[in-house]
C-alpha cells in the first residue's frame, strides 16, 4: 500500500512539472519579447510547410498575409480562401522535403528563407520559400508567405 501510493505522489510531481513547464513554454510564447519564441513559430511553420499540414499553418495567416506563389497567384486573401488557396497548392505541388536555411529571428522583424523540394504532374523541381512574420496585438501573424 505505501508503494502505491509512493507511486502516485511520484505521478503527481511529475504531472506538476509538465503543467509548470508548458505554462512557462505558453507564457514565452505569447509574450514575444525574445528571438526564441520567434524562433519557435518559424519552426512550427517549417513544419507545417514540410508536411503541407494546412490546418497548422492557417493558425499564422489572416486578411493581412500577403502570398505570392508558383502559378501566378498574388495577392491578399481572406482566411478562408487562403486556407483553400494553401490546400490547393499543396495537391498540386507535393512536397519532398522542406528546410529553413537562414532564419533572422529579431524581435520586430523574423523572417526565414528556405527551399522547398516539390513534385508536380510526375517531375521534381525546387522552389525559393520566404516567410516573414509581423505582430499584430499579441499574436503573430504570417505577413508575407512567397513560394516561387
Not at 480562401?81 to 523574423?110: H, M, T
Amino acid at each position: 500500500m505505501i508503494k502505491l501510493y509512493l507511486f502516485i505522489a511520484i505521478c503527481l510531481i511529475y504531472n506538476f512539472r509538465i503543467v509548470a513547464q508548458n505554462e512557462k513554454f505558453i507564457h514565452n510564447f505569447k509574450s514575444g519579447t525574445n528571438s526564441d519564441s520567434n524562433l519557435i513559430l518559424i519552426s512550427e511553420i517549417e513544419e507545417s510547410i514540410k508536411n503541407a499540414d494546412v490546418i497548422k499553418l492557417a493558425r499564422f495567416i489572416n486578411s493581412k498575409t500577403y502570398f505570392s506563389l508558383m502559378g501566378n497567384i498574388n495577392g491578399y486573401y481572406t482566411t478562408n480562401q487562403a486556407f483553400y488557396l494553401l490546400e490547393d497548392f499543396f495537391k498540386i505541388y507535393k512536397v519532398q522535403l522542406f528546410k529553413f536555411n537562414q532564419v533572422s529571428s529579431f524581435e520586430n522583424n523574423p523572417y526565414a528563407t528556405g527551399t522547398l523540394y516539390f513534385e508536380s504532374k510526375g517531375r521534381r523541381s525546387k522552389a525559393q520559400v520566404y516567410v516573414s512574420l509581423k505582430r499584430i496585438g499579441e499574436n503573430w501573424i504570417i505577413s508575407q508567405l512567397s513560394i516561387n
